[in-house]
């Protein structure tokens, strides 16, 4: 039975990993953050079946006591400040956890454990302001963010150790994806609980940012796939992963009301409160070389997912009413 760490368990991602990890029968160690408050929301329904452990990015002996004691196989780097406007309020922070964070892994990874191999949740906001459309592996980074910048460093420390040391180190270099279970802040979420909300008489109006911006958006369920499929290919290499197509923030608006039957733009209010310092302004993936090396493809399409969403977030709603 392969033994797998992931760290960010608790996140979105997280808990579809876990959840795909469990059923290849893998024993699963999930590390936490030390909270007041439980932030187990997401893995609840797994809680029997894996291992919780504290643990921090900022914490660099807890780490290593975490690989002293459990020597996973694979280790799915996935901890992160991960929400892109947070990173202007708290640009240190974000260096220190988003950034220096994976140094401290791959640090415990090298001094303790260095056969285990390590996947870097690395992202398409490094592209920022593209420098080519659309964007792969060998496209130059431009980020627009702390966050971005944070990721590149990432990134290339993520590359540096595989180059340095011949550890077993990837970077899956992740557009959007998005579920149910994403963070009620993020765009796509926001505007489906929004309008399922204004659906059922629990608001009148939901407050966006700029609706022209485009991201490459897919399920998170299909990425998790993608995540093992690297670490189990016979050499380490960085993928991007995406589905090769781009809507604006508007179009999925039109969908998601669309799909209750409402018009968006009676109920969308633009507030500049929610633009950003520095926009990026389109993002689209050309994933064939995780599709030719990893045989990915994704599963669900734009259509699909804002759908998945509107109705998970109808249903829940509905039982909360109720
Ligand atoms: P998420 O839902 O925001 O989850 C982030 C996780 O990191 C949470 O479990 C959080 O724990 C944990 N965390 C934060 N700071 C930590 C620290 N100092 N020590 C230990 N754990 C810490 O993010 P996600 O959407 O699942 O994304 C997973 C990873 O992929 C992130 O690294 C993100 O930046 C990256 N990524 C995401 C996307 C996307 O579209 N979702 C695309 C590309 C890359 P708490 O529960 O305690 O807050
Ligand atoms: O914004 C626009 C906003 O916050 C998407 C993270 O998972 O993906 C995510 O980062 C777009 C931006 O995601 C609102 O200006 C308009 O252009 O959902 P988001 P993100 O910034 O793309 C990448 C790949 C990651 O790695 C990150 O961790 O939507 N937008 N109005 C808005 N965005 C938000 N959040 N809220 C609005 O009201």
New binding site residues.
Partial sequence: MPTALI????????SYLAELLLSKNYKVIG???R?STL?FERIQHLQDDIEIIQ????DQSSLMDLLEQHKPDEIY???????VPTSWNQPVLTGE??GL?VTRMLEAVRLISPKTRFYQ?????MFGKVREVPQRETTPFYPRSP?GVA?MYGHWITVNYRESYNLFSVSG??????SPR??LE?VTRKITYGAARIKLGLAKELRLGNLEARRDWGF?GD?VEAMWRMLQADQPDDFVVGTGETHSVREFCEKAFGHLGMDYEQYVVVDPRFYRPAEVDLLVSDPSHAKNVLGWQPQVNFEGLVRMMVEADIKRLGKEIA
């Fill in positions: 760290t960010g368990i608790t996140g979105q991602d997280g590390m936490v953050r909270s932030t643990g921090d990015l900022h780097n996935l901890a992160a400040q991960s929400f956890v988003t964070g949740a690395s992202s398409s906001e966050y990721k270099i992740l557009f959007n994806h998005e994403r963070g993020f998170a990425y």
